[in-house]
């Protein structure tokens, strides 16, 4: 195991450019997210057009309850952050119960903004995932899946310092500015994307399907905001213990650390690109957006490029019968 100022010292070098620092992610540094600590990360160890064979054969074993249970659960993880943003509270208990196990936030409180602008912004995403958790929920009925343990404390941390963002030792608090805020959601947002389009082939229910449709363009459209704020904020105001630039660079870093989590395959851009130009919709060369399967999204939320069933933002796992992530490591 590499000792933590180690690591944030390679990975800074390491920086020189994206695919650099990309490359070096993959091979050694978040291989190891055992370089933050496992503690943090949990035990160690929707889909691309690579894996079109296995999504077809996931749809013929899975339900669509399968499916939209497991869409929940980043759903309350979402809910949870922007409610606790801008209302200083979180989830209802009545918006919390269900089949699995029940469990706490850890962190949340409400964010300081300055911003008149970037405040109705966020409250308008919180009330978007607060009636995302809703509808599942209705559309699940007695099926649905309780609340699994968050934590939106000491999983930003762990991201944040593998990233190479802030220095080992240092925390990173997402409700500390409305800069950390964006970057948080930045976190989050990008994958709520990838995870609904991945889950559309196998969703078999059309009404359900439509409705995935509709949550999948809302979070597009969330997605967008959080790159657009970034891109026009792009100021360095997080203290001391920060190794990023700017807003941006911090953010391509993000985005690089959450490539590396979920396989070889290059599923993530950041907010701006190689010429530095603005990158609001990450898409492939025929303007299509990604998809990642269920297991690559647990990768992230977890924090592990390993398999696993529980870690990162979700200490104790997701609730419901999709609950490992791939062995990307």
Known sequence: MFGQDYVAKIIHRSAETPADRRRFLRSAGLAG??????????SPGFASAA??????????????????????NPEYLEAQFYLHAV??????????????????????????????RIRQYAEEIAGDELAHVRFLRSALGSAAVAQPAIDVQTSFTAAAQAAGIVRQGRTFDPYASEENFLLAAFLFEDVGVTAYKGAAPLIQNKTYLEAAAGI??????????????????GANVFGAG???RNLDDAANKLSDARDSLDGTTDLDQGVRDARGNANIVPTDQFGVTYSRS????????????????????????????????????
């Open 33 to 42: 997210l055992g370089v933050v600590g496992a503690g943090a990360l949990g």
């Open 87 to 116: 209302r200083g509270e979180g989830l209802p208990e009545t918006l919390r119960t269900g089949r699995g196990n029940q469990g706490p936030v850890t962190g949340g409180r409400r964010v300081r903004f300055r911003s008149k």
């Open 294 to 329: 269920a297991a690559q999204v647990l990768n992230i939320v977890y924090l592990t490029p390993g398999q696993t069933t529980r870690g990162g933002f979700f200490p104790s796992g997701v609730n419901g019968e999709i609950n490992t992530s791939a062995g990307n490591a």
């Open 242 to 244: 920060v190794l990023s």
């Open 51 to 72: 894996t079109a064979a296995r999504t077809r054969q996931d749809a013929q074993q899975l339900s669509d309850a399968s499916v939209l249970n497991f869409a929940l």
């Open 216 to 233: 999948l363009a809302a979070e597009a459209y969330h997605a967008a905001n959080i790159r657009t704020s970034i891109l026009e904020t």
